[in-house]
């Protein structure tokens, strides 16, 4: 196996050993409610982008009660690019963070972070 052979593989292996590293992660099968479905409509925010940051956000914070919110950051944007997602789809997974009942797996709400807003 020559050198070249081998950047070839490991760039096709790199998107299936990131895949790999995610399933291992804590991935959400989650149920969304509602208000999330009224709110993302309202907010712009497409069910593709949600289940993109559900599968594989990188930051969470604990809120009360069971719930935690979730996103990607930059760190995690970066993987994705590198990973071989296209990039209009990561971007706009900026600031979306979705809150989820982690106790009834249930997406909450989803919205922007306040950096996203316009009039900030």
Same mark, same amino acid.
């Not at 009224?38 to 990188?58: A, C, F, K, N």
């Not at 997602?85 to 809150?99: D, K, N, S």
């Not at 982690?102 to 950096?115: F, N, Q, Y």
């Given at each position: ?20 590293? &995610?399933?291992? +992660?804590?991935?959400? @099968? ?12 309202? &907010?712009?925010?497409?069910? @593709?982008?949600?289940?993109?940051? !559900?599968?594989?956000?990188? &930051? ?8 935690? +919110?979730?996103?990607? =950051?930059?760190? =995690?944007?970066? +993987?994705?690019?590198? +990973?071989?997602?296209?990039?209009? !789809?990561?971007? &706009? ?12 797996? !249930? ?14």
């Amino acid at each position: 196996m020559t050198m070249s052979d081998f950047t070839k593989e490991s760039h096709t292996d790199h998107w299936s050993t990131f895949e790999s590293k &995610r399933a291992t +992660a804590m991935t959400i @099968e989650t149920k969304v409610s509602e208000h999330a479905l009224r709110q993302s409509q309202r &907010r712009g925010i497409s069910q @593709e982008t949600l289940d993109l940051v !559900l599968t594989y956000h990188d &930051r969470s914070r604990k809120l009360p009660g069971y719930a935690r +919110a979730l996103w990607i =950051g930059p760190r =995690g944007r970066e +993987a994705l690019v590198r +990973a071989g997602l296209p990039v209009a !789809l990561i971007e &706009r997974c900026a600031g979306v963070r979705a809150i989820v009942h982690m106790g009834e797996d !249930l997406v909450l709400t989803v919205e922007h972070t306040c950096k996203r807003r316009r009039w900030v």
